[in-house]
């Protein structure tokens, strides 16, 4: 049996039947039952993808070698100034915060967030980037929690 990758976010490289369409983003569980699967995002909370809680489960270990890794969504600190693309659409700050997220079609997409007066504050819009510009992405460890708790401060 072969190794699997770890679980996490990855885009498909091939079809999976005509549950999984080739180049989607999806997020692979390589353990469970009845077996290692795929699962389609469901939708979007804060730009970052909701899966759904049934997947489709690989035919055999072997397709695994048709995922491709992507980061992860999450906050990252960008390393030297970048453009989104070769059109310069946007240009990225050297330290600059950033949101990384994903469209449908696993295509990475940068979020600039802003200090409100109500707190840090998250745009619904961001710049499609190009896939090999991400190496100027530092990830920032943030500490996770699945609810707001009422005793906790937010950022005002």
């Known amino acids: 049996m072969s ?6 976010l990855y885009r498909t490289r091939r079809a999976l039947g005509s549950s999984i369409p080739e180049g989607r983003l999806v997020y692979f569980h390589n353990h469970g039952d009845p077996g290692p699967g795929l699962y389609l995002p469901s939708g979007w909370s804060v730009n970052r993808a909701r899966w759904h809680s ?3 489960t690989l035919p055999d270990p072997q397709w695994a070698q048709h ?3 992507l980061l992860a969504e999450g906050l990252y600190r960008v390393r030297a100034v970048f453009t989104c693309c070769e059109k310069r659409c946007q240009t990225f700050a050297e330290d600059q915060l950033v949101q990384l997220g994903y469209n449908g079609m696993a295509e990475p997409i940068l979020f600039i967030p802003e200090w409100t007066s109500t707190g840090l504050s998250f745009p619904t819009q961001g710049t499609l980037v190009d896939r090999e510009r991400l ?3 530092v990830p920032l460890k943030v500490a996770e929690s699945q609810e707001p708790s009422a005793d906790r401060a937010f950022l005002h």
């Open 3 to 8: 190794s699997l990758p770890p679980c996490g």
């Open 54 to 56: 049934h997947g489709t």
């Open 67 to 69: 995922l491709e890794p």
């Open 135 to 137: 190496s100027q992405l």
